[in-house]
């Protein structure tokens, strides 16, 4: 807690711009997550949300404004080693087999049993028979799910997630839902998908045309609909600014 009582800020953007080029990805976004929190970017496709994702893993900078986890630059060492990031199209090393790329990751960032930790995630995701396949030759869900491992395989107490349930059939969602539940630590879950929302965050950042729209929690955006309205139509209305 901060001196005011207030939750301390995990993620920060204050006033954040990006361009790519001529094109504006964000205009003055600022958004804040307390340490804990578990939230979801939801927005539409296009709203600036896997933008603001790879502003704060560090690999874009704002144009304007600034960027902060736990208090340090994302670019920085101390960001660095507590950020678990799953990208929209994660790619692994294709040459690599599914364990030489957990324990490759592994190594470099410092895992102290990165044999134990890649067969704890490899049994966890229903990996192991194929642990020593070329990633190459992996289907899309089971390369996401190889994926996710590798942003899990550090303990991070920051996982930055983007679409996390892509490519996944229904039954290995439920087991990385339950994986992601039993995590302590900080979520950032970017969706345009309300359900997902739903299932791994409790509260909600809401974006559009890459401008701040809305934030609280789940519960206080089903009570901006009627009763009987499907929460997809409350979030719909607003992104749409219909009344």
Known sequence: M???????ACIE????????????????????????GRCA??????????????????SLRPDTGHVKILGSSPDSRASKSVVG?????????????VRENLEYIGALRGVPDVKGRA??????LDLRQYERANVGRLSRGNTQKLAIALALIHYPKVLLLDEPLN?????????????????????LVSTHIMS??????DSVVMISNGMFLWEGTIEELKKRGSPDEPIEKVVARMMTGAS
């Open 119 to 124: 067969d704890f995630l490899m049994d966890e």
């Open 2 to 8: 901060s001196s005011t009582g207030s939750p301390v």
């Open 196 to 201: 997902i929302a739903n299932r791994l965050t």
């Open 13 to 36: 953007l204050a006033h954040v711009s990006k361009s790519y080029g001529r094109v504006p990805a964000l205009n003055d976004l600022s958004f804040e997550i307390p340490v804990g």
């Open 85 to 97: 990031y799953l990208p929209e199209d994660a790619l692994p090393y294709r040459m690599l087999s």
């Open 41 to 58: 970017l939801l927005g539409p496709n296009g709203a600036g949300k896997s933008t603001t994702l790879k502003l704060l893993v560090g």
């Open 167 to 187: 490519y996944l059939d229904i039954p290995t969602q439920e087991k990385v839902i339950t994986l992601l539940d039993g995590l302590e630590g900080t979520h």
